[in-house]
Nanobody, 123 residues
Framework: QLQASGGGLVQAGDSLRLSCATSGLTSGIYVMGWFRQAPGKERRFVAAISPIGDSTYFADSVKGRFAISRDNAKNTVYLQMNTLKPEDTAVYYC??????????????????WGQGTQVTVSS
């Protein structure tokens, strides 16, 4: 139901845009989040966006460099990643959480997950 794409191998300082296409989810009622997991590390929150896109949330490590947006008409969520650093290297996952009044930063609260897309940033 969630299909992430757009990952790749880039150099430090470059940009990438990830996309997450959703299907089978009612539009406009899910918080969409991006998480990442580097080798040997736990999955960590990156960014989230409210169901209608009026609020966004970011991890401190990406604030000012990443942007999250959504197009509910296209059932797609985007993660624009700028000024990439080697420490951004990870598998990036999109996730959906049925909005119940709180936007969560923990993956355990999300109901649906995409398959992940690899982002590798070389120095």
């Amino acid at each position: 139901q969630l299909q992430a794409s757009g990952g790749g191998l880039v150099q430090a300082g470059d940009s990438l845009r990830l996309s997450c296409a959703t299907s089978g989810l009612t539009s406009g009622i899910y918080v969409m989040g991006w998480f990442r997991q580097a080798p040997g590390k736990e999955r960590r929150f990156v960014a989230a966006i409210s169901p209608i896109g009026d609020s966004t949330y970011f991890a401190d490590s990406v604030k000012g460099r990443f942007a999250i947006s959504r197009d509910n008409a296209k059932n797609t969520v985007y993660l624009q990643m700028n000024t990439l650093k080697p420490e951004d290297t990870a598998v990036y996952y999109c996730a959906a959480d049925l909005y119940r009044g709180t936007v969560y930063y923990t993956g355990g609260n999300y109901d649906y997950w995409g398959q992940g897309t690899q982002v590798t940033v070389s120095s």
